[in-house]
């Protein structure tokens, strides 16, 4: 009687005792290595394919470090960044430490803001230059932050040169759905800020920065 493959396999996974039984069948049992044309006892295998395992955990843990490093070393930049929006005594300065505050901390090499419908910015401040109608619905639009290498956006032009990657971050406060400016940064490196990047630390850029313009909601200043 002829038995297949599945056949044994089964039989083994049915009696798991049999190699305990029958230790003279394990240890002359020879299977394949897996990187070489030549053949290694079975406990061999075994403790090479634990060690393939333990490498795998080692790079997993290794990235885990490394994230978790990486994260806390944002987490401490923003955590200054929050400190410059609180210390500022005039709201009108606002603007600049949001867009100046974020491009030292994070090494960004370009950023522009454009704000509107805040009463109590100044006419004459530069952020609150005028948008076309178009920009504002487009930000009205935008949901989520963009990421990408698409240098063809109004916003683009605020620069004074063109970045090679940039995240477009609409500003509006939870409560209301339109929005009250656009937030503008751009890298140099075109993998800075990737279509596939996650956006939660923008997110969290866009929800600090509205509450700080809070300040500036109410009427202008005589």
Not at 31 to 42: A, E, F, I, K, N
Request: glycine share 6%; with cysteine; aromatic share 8%.
């Amino acid at each position: 009687m002829t038995h297949s493959a599945q056949d044994i396999a089964d039989f083994l996974a049915q009696y798991p005792a049999f190699f305990e039984e029958h230790a003279d069948v394990f240890t002359a049992l020879r299977v394949p290595h897996p990187h070489s044309g030549q053949t290694v006892s079975l406990a061999e295998r075994q403790i090479f394919t634990l060690r393939e395992r333990n490498r795998e955990l080692e790079w997993r843990i290794n990235e885990l470090a490394r994230n978790a490093a990486a994260n806390e070393t944002i987490a401490d930049r923003l955590a200054q960044w929050c400190a410059g929006l609180v210390s500022q005594t005039n709201p009108q300065h606002l603007p600049g430490a949001i867009t100046l505050g974020l491009a030292e901390q994070f090494k960004i090499e370009h950023a522009a803001l454009r704000l509107w419908n805040l009463p109590g910015l100044a006419a004459d401040s530069g952020y609150a230059a005028g948008v076309s109608e178009d920009l504002r619905t487009f930000a009205d639009s935008l949901k989520a932050p963009y990421c990408g290498n698409d240098t063809g956006f109004e916003a683009v032009s605020w620069l004074d040169a063109k970045p090679q990657s940039l995240a477009l971050i609409a500003l509006r406060p939870a409560e209301d759905p339109s929005s009250i400016g656009l937030l503008l940064l751009g890298s140099d490196d075109p993998a800075r800020f990737d279509p596939d990047m996650g956006t939660m630390f923008l997110d969290t850029i866009a929800r600090l920065s509205c509450a700080a313009l809070k300040r500036l909601a109410g009427p202008a200043a005589g």
